[in-house]
């Protein structure tokens, strides 16, 4: 599967000279989105890991669905006050 083209660029977005990398194409074509996270739990199930932790947005959409293949427990990390009680904080 050739990844990158289902990652549209976009230049100027959201301002002047960025170059943002939208992956709403790869994320709605489930053959694509299917390789990204077995390809993920493939390379991580050699790791033993016991949890994966992930910002949200784009960490949400690849993190859950390679912790739910690796039965493991998923981490949603996330600013203070976005999630309800009980949490756990770093400062």
Same mark, same amino acid.
């Given at each position: 599967?050739?990844?990158?083209? *289902? ?7 959201? /301002?002047?000279?960025?170059? *943002?990398?939208?992956?709403? $194409? ?18 991580? /199930?050699? +790791? ?11 960490? *949400?959409? *690849? ?16 600013? /203070?006050? +976005?999630? $309800? ?7």
């Amino acid at each position: 599967v050739d990844l990158k083209s *289902f990652i549209r660029n976009v230049p100027d977005y959201p /301002s002047a000279g960025i170059l *943002f990398r939208d992956l709403t $194409p790869l994320m709605a074509n489930p053959d694509a989105m299917r390789h990204v996270t077995e390809t993920l739990s493939v390379h991580l /199930s050699e +790791k033993g890991i016991q949890a994966i932790a992930a910002i949200d947005a784009r960490g *949400f959409i *690849f993190g859950a669905p390679v912790a739910a293949q690796l039965d493991v427990p998923f981490v949603p990390l996330r600013k /203070s006050g +976005k999630l $309800p009680p009980p949490v756990v904080g770093v400062d």
